[in-house]
């Protein structure tokens, strides 16, 4: 697979005609409520927002949410969203890890929707959430369980073909969250690009920082 950055500035325009995706957005919202009360007066951070599909539908449950990208055309289309529906309680950050941006930090609730097979390092990462994280908050990461990198049509920019659970749930606790758990969020079915359809899940996992 290439681990080239993929090019999301010139795909975020159309990023959202695709079906599946704003579905797919749908479902893990609603497994992230199910894992974690939502509150009036949660500060929540999005990262990886993309054109904000998640972003938008945790934003009325919560006092704000932030969406982190770095890609300044998705969040260009989240900009514009924000404006559209005249929202108050979000923003968005342009900040990009591998050029040595700096997590925000002192949230209740950080969450992540399809980002995390971009990342090379995930323990790095989930340091960084940690620290980012409130006491008592918590992050919830939404991705593919073991796809054989087929789930994409384009593997570019892809470093981790899905995740096995149990490896991520010890990752979780390595970087000191507590209470790590999972659940199915969404079921994806679509041809590959061998031309066979092929059913994909998709779980989203939650840790606790005391």
């Not at 990023?15 to 007066?41: G, M």
């Not at 949660?42 to 934003?59: S, Y």
């Not at 998705?74 to 514009?80: F, K, P, T, Y």
Request: with cysteine; proline share 3%; net charge negative.
């Amino acid at each position: 697979m290439s681990t080239e950055r993929r090019d999301f500035d010139s795909e975020a325009p159309a990023w959202d005609e695709q079906p599946a995706r704003v579905q797919l957005a749908k479902d893990v919202a609603s497994a992230i409520t199910r894992q974690v009360t939502l509150r009036a007066d949660m500060e929540v951070l999005d990262f990886g927002c993309g054109t904000g599909l998640l972003t938008l539908r945790l934003a009325p449950l919560v006092k704000s949410i932030t969406g982190v990208d770095s890609s300044r055309g998705m969040l260009n289309v989240l900009g514009a969203k924000i404006a559209r529906q005249n929202l108050t309680n979000v923003k968005t950050l342009l900040l990009d890890l591998e050029a040595g941006d700096v997590l925000p930090d002192e949230y209740d609730l950080i969450v992540s929707n399809m980002t995390l097979h971009h990342i090379q390092c995930i323990g790095p990462l989930l340091d960084r959430f940690y620290k980012a994280i409130s006491s008592g908050g918590y992050l919830c990461l939404a991705d593919l369980d073991p796809d054989d990198g087929l789930f994409h049509d384009d593997n570019q920019g892809i470093f981790h073909s899905g995740f096995e659970r149990a490896a991520l749930r010890q990752a979780f606790a390595d970087a000191g969250f507590e209470d790590v758990q999972d659940t199915t969020a969404a079921v994806v079915t679509k041809p590959t690009r061998l031309g066979k359809l092929r059913r994909f899940t998709i779980f989203s996992m939650t840790g606790l920082r005391r």
